[in-house]
């Protein structure tokens, strides 16, 4: 088996999704933390591995990927053995899919975004994407109801890719209590086992 190295930071979501499936999947990975704040993220070095500066990347051997939905699918199809994590099946194969843009579009756009302000200090309309966040879980709250997972009858990356910013949506002042079918899926993640959490933090106001 190649060798693993992830680059990441330890309050990244996207770094986060990787290292969830990493560990999901029972692979030995060795984990690089990035200096955001120091800029090591736009230095040659790193961006010799991602000319875009962003975390994550994984280098697997020879190969060096970044984006963390393109990770996630890179190692859901040469890694797991039962293709739970990424369905062969054309319909749900085309569901996780839609989900993984989900997590780039809506997620990205709002509890992420949301979080980045609070957290990051980012200067960004921060109750537009409040707002923003509210309105996509309460459409996924919605989907939830009756399933366990966001496509099919196990977990996919799909749960995986947009885990993290929903959990942590509350240090960006997006509180869950409207969704239970929400923190229901949460939690049925964090029971996974080997699931391992992202580090928290001491920002934001709602529960």
């Not at 029972?26 to 000319?51: C, S, W, Y």
């Not at 020879?62 to 190692?75: F, G, H, K, P």
């Not at 509350?170 to 993640?189: A, F, H, K, M």
């Amino acid at each position: 088996m190649s060798t693993i190295t992830l680059y990441r930071h330890p309050l990244s979501g996207h770094s986060h999704r990787v290292e969830a499936l990493l560990s999901l999947l029972n692979l030995e990975a060795t984990i690089v933390d990035v200096d955001l704040a120091n800029g090591a993220h736009k230095q040659p070095e790193f961006l010799a591995k991602n000319r875009f500066g962003q975390v994550p990347v994984l280098e697997d051997g020879e190969i060096t990927l970044s984006d963390s939905n393109a990770i996630l699918v890179y190692l859901a199809r040469k890694y797991d053995r039962k293709g739970h994590w990424l369905p062969a099946d054309d319909t749900e194969y085309a569901e996780v899919q839609k989900f993984l843009s989900l997590a780039a579009g809506k997620i990205a756009y709002g509890p992420a975004a949301a979080r980045l302000v609070n957290v990051f200090g980012a200067g960004l309309d921060h109750q537009l994407a409040i707002t923003t966040a509210h309105a996509v879980l309460s459409v996924l709250d919605e989907h939830l109801l009756g399933r366990d997972w966001l496509v099919g009858a196990h977990p996919t990356i799909a749960d995986i890719a947009n885990y993290a910013y929903i959990a942590h949506a509350p240090e960006g002042d997006v509180s869950l209590q409207e969704y239970p079918q929400v923190r229901r899926w949460l939690t049925n993640i964090e029971a996974l086992p080997h699931f391992v959490a992202m580090q928290k933090t001491a920002v934001g106001l709602a529960a």
